[in-house]
């Protein structure tokens, strides 16, 4: 799983080889998917180690970029950063 999307109810889980969607509420997968996941957005919820970089108010999984918003950018930046170091 690279990250998932929530539009309303409809929640998307993206990995490499395709996309599912489902019916919930990303605060609920969230707590369900564990510590390995970020919340970056209201609506996005990205696995720390598919992050491939940070630039600006985004980040990159893969060539897809995702928005921080920035509610999220501080507790999302020292998550990444403790991922990187290995924490």
Known sequence: IRYFCSDRRRVTCVTAARTYVFYGKLDQVEQEVGAGFI???????????AVDRLEGGQVFVGE????????????????????????
Do not use: F, K, N
């Not at 919340?39 to 180690?49: S, T």
């Not at 990444?80 to 290995?86: D, E, F, N, P, V």
């Open 39 to 49: 919340r970056i957005h209201q609506r996005y919820l990205v696995r720390a180690g």
């Open 64 to 87: 897809e970029s995702l928005p921080v918003s920035r509610a999220h950018r501080s507790a999302a930046l020292a998550a990444l950063a403790r991922t990187a170091l290995g924490d």
